[in-house]
């Protein structure tokens, strides 16, 4: 052969070409070690359930509906007979003023809206009476924020 090339046969050069890529690979990992991660696996203890991560408001709501409260924050529509004076309709808030909506007519095609202050009892202007009645937010916290 002229030139001192030599060429090996396909199955001899695919061989060696398999085994460098390996010997390359195994080096690279004996010298670049794997990054770890903090990975909750199935084994470890599944997968956490909506109590188990819940936090801040949305836990005060789980441990309240747990507790048999299902409207926790009063947030339901209330359809009361229309409040008087001596019996208005009670508001259940944790703060000492809430906005409360009045559907005047039961064909009323509006909502009429007003702020509820803790103390008397206030008149709407279609004459329904309501009142704000403090109650305690799931958890017994009383701060207000």
């Not at 004996?30 to 801040?56: F, K, L, N, W, Y």
């Not at 507790?67 to 947030?75: K, N, T, V, Y």
Request: aromatic share 4%.
């Amino acid at each position: 052969m002229s030139g001192g090339v030599t060429l090996l046969s396909s199955s001899t050069g695919m061989a060696s070409r398999l085994l460098c890529r390996q010997i390359i690979s195994s080096v690279r990992l004996a010298v670049v070690p794997r990054a770890t991660t903090s990975v909750r696996h199935m084994a470890i203890g599944g997968v956490p359930t909506d109590e188990e991560q819940a936090t801040g408001i949305e836990k005060r709501e789980l441990d309240a509906k747990k507790a048999g409260i299902a409207d926790p924050f009063s947030m339901e529509i209330n359809t009361s007979p229309p409040g008087t004076r001596d019996a208005p309709c009670m508001v259940p808030s944790i703060y000492e003023r809430r906005l409360v909506g009045c559907v005047c007519e039961e064909d009323a095609t509006y909502i009429q809206w007003m702020w509820l202050e803790k103390g008397e009892s206030q008149r709407c202007e279609c004459g329904h009476w309501f009142q704000l009645e403090g109650v305690t937010p799931p958890g017994g916290d009383t701060h207000a924020h």
